[in-house]
């Protein structure tokens, strides 16, 4: 069981293109998104006692004590859709975090599987952030110029209102978060590049190049088939490899799904 599972984290400073990217790759690994941010959102919007603790470090820019947001994480990665693993988006962010995060996966006989940075550059960030929406209902992310909605203002996934994020709205905060980032979570990135497990990903490129980058970086074989990114096999091919299947009970398919998507990356 504990040897199925697939925890992969992503890293990158605010506006980076975690949650945009961890979308998409739950749709192709099976796995959910863990979030921290858009779970203290969501217990904020609740009006939960997490939710207001949370509220007054993220309405500063600060970070939301250890403690607070390991507990927070265990508690996700409990719930039944999380059995075979999850993507961290915005955890771990300090030492303390990452270290807390190897002992709980330590105790299931597992560990991270691989730690995707993304890169760049602040005056990108800044656009980013301050063109960033957000759906008030299910966290979905938008960008004015480079992913709006298809109606102005309504989330494509479920309807709901799309608004600009409270810790967005305010410069000096956002300015204070990317300090923190460049302070907190850079020694995050050596300690999981000292255990050769860093990807780094060129995180300027448009929204589908950023993925297929991903993809081809991240070497575990999703839970799931690789759907969306695999290119159609020929009659003949399918054929062949499902008599071989047959001979062998080798996951025939899953190779050259793989193989198509490290293809398909290279060529971009
Ligand atoms: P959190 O919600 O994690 O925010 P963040 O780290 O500041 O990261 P962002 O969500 O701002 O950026 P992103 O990389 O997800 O970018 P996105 O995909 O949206 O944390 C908020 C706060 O919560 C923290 O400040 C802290 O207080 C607290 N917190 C959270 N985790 C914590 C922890 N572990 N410990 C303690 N405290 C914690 O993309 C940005 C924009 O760009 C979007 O508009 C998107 O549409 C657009 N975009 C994305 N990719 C592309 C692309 N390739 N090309 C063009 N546009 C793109
Ligand atoms: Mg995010
Ligand atoms: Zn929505």
Redesign the pocket.
Known sequence: MAAKRIYLNLF??????????ARMLQEWLGVPQV????L??ANMGQGTELGKL?KS??DR????P?SV?VEMVKDRLSQPDAAKGAIF??????LA?AEALDAMLAQWGTGIKAAVY?QLDREQLMK??T????CKNCQA???VE??PPKVDGVCDVCGGEVVQRA??ADEVAVAR?LD??FEQTTPVIDYYRGKKLLKEVD?????E??QQAMRSAIKPKPVRKAKPIAKPVKKAARKASKKVAAKKAKPVKKVSAKKAATKKATRK
């Open positions: 990158g400073a605010q506006g980076s293109g975690k949650g945009t990217q979030a921290t941010g858009d203290f959102r949370a470090y993220m820019g600060d970070l939301v250890d947001t988006d915005g955890f771990p962010r300090n975090q993304l980013r952030i063109g960033r929406r957000t992310v938008y960008h480079f992913n810790d967005d978060r923190i980032y995180g300027s490129l448009n929204i190049a950023v």
